[in-house]
Structures are given as C-alpha cells and as structure tokens.
C-alpha cells in the first residue's frame, strides 16, 4: 500500500515528503481554505516538492463547468489529479476526463456501489472516507473491504485510496482491507513512526554505550 499525504500545507508536505516514504499528496477545498492562499500558488508549490499525483478538487458541481476546471487545474502541473465529488455530475466529468485524458480522484465515497460507478466511469482513483463513516456509526473499514472485493472481482483498475483517516489504526487496517493508497494526516504519519519500546530502546541503547565508554 502507497503513502499519500492528506494536507495543503506545505510545511507538513516538506517535512513528510523528506522521510522518502510519501508517494503522493490530497488535498481538498477545506485543506486549501485552512491555509489562507491562492490555490494556484498552493498547487504549484505542493508540486514542486512532490513528484508524485497530486489531488485538487473541482468547486463547481454542474459537469460541464467541472470539465472547464478539470483543464485549468491540469495545466498546472502534469501530476495534477482532478478530485471530483461523487455525483451524477461527478460521474460524468470523470467519464469525459477519462476520455481526454485527465486522471481523476472521485471523493466523498461512502458506499461500494457509489466506487462501482466512479470506476466504470473512468476514475484513476476512488476516495472512500473511512473516518467520516466511523463518526456517525458505520463501519468505514468494512467499505475498504467491500470496494476491494468487487473491484477483484471484475478486474477494476481504479485505485483505492482510504481517506479520511483518523488514527495509525486506520492506516493498519486500510492496508489489511488491500487498499491501493492510504492518505494520511501529518499527525498520523507521524504516530506511526513510534512506538513506546523502540523509545525505550534507543535509551538502553545509549545507557549502555554511555557506560562503556564513560560518557554516562
Ligand atoms: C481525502 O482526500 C480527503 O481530503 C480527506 O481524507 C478528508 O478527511 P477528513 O474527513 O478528515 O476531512
């Protein structure tokens, strides 16, 4: 399973794309909205850190005016992936994407037959939001599973990113599930680079040398 950062700030993207292990970035217009900046200017400098697909949402909700924005985000950058909110809409500004070329990430998926769609209209990528569904009693992890299972299924090459991720567990789970990509907050990235006994280790560790050669 690929690691993709979910952030537009550039900061956290820097910080994280350095550890040498983030395939990719997500962001959204709330991401965007968070850091007070001109778009444009976010994605042109997400995409000069990151070599890998980039997400930036469409804001229109009519296809027609979707498809215009879809070729002006893709200007951007060559990575630029257009993320397009599952609709009826959606669906077919992902189909006349596809056509055109145009890599696209079909978001706010919240069930199997909503990823069914997206992939038969074209989507590169689905996004189902695993921790949105955990937040009103549903079972996020168990659509992983599904979407999976039916994508197997039929062969289905759209990937599966497991969005909206709220803890390292989901990230565990997520690759369990088979998901293709998770993409995970900062701050998540980060707890999953520790573990209480690996601390505990590096301090005997040096205990010990420390002892060794005096320099306790
Ligand atoms: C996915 O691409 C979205 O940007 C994101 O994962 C949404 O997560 P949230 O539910 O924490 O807003």
């Known amino acids: ?55 930036a949402e469409v804001i229109s909700l009519e296809a027609g005016d ?14 630029i992936v257009i993320k397009i909110p599952m609709t009826a809409e959606g669906l077919k500004a992902t189909r006349a994407c596809a056509e055109k070329g145009i890599k696209t990430n079909v978001t706010l998926v919240f069930s199997a037959n909503q990823a069914l769609l997206a992939a038969r209209a074209g989507a590169t990528y689905v996004s189902p939001f695993v921790g949105r569904l955990d937040d009103i009693g549903h079972d996020g992890i168990g659509l992983i599973y599904d979407i999976v299972e039916i994508f197997d299924n039929y062969g289905l090459e759209t990937q599966i990113i497991s969005a909206s991720i709220r803890h390292p567990l989901h990230v565990l789970q997520s690759a369990k ?14 707890q999953m680079t520790k573990h209480p006994l690996t601390d505990k280790g590096i301090d005997a560790f040096l205990a010990d040398w420390g002892k060794l050669t005096g320099k306790v």
Do not use: C, W
């Not at 709330?30 to 000069?48: H, N």
């Not at 599930?177 to 980060?190: E, N």
């Open 1 to 55: 399973m690929l690691l993709f950062i979910d952030t537009a700030n550039i900061e956290e993207i820097k910080a994280a794309y350095s550890l040498g292990v983030i395939s990719g970035v997500t962001t959204n217009p709330s991401l965007i909205a968070k850091e007070g900046r001109d778009f444009t200017q976010v994605v042109k400098e997400i995409a000069s850190i990151v070599d890998g697909p980039i997400s």
């Open 66 to 79: 979707m498809i215009k924005e879809a070729e002006q985000l893709s200007a951007i950058h060559p990575n």
């Open 177 to 190: 599930a088979g998901a293709h990509i998770a993409t995970v907050p900062y701050k998540v990235l980060m």
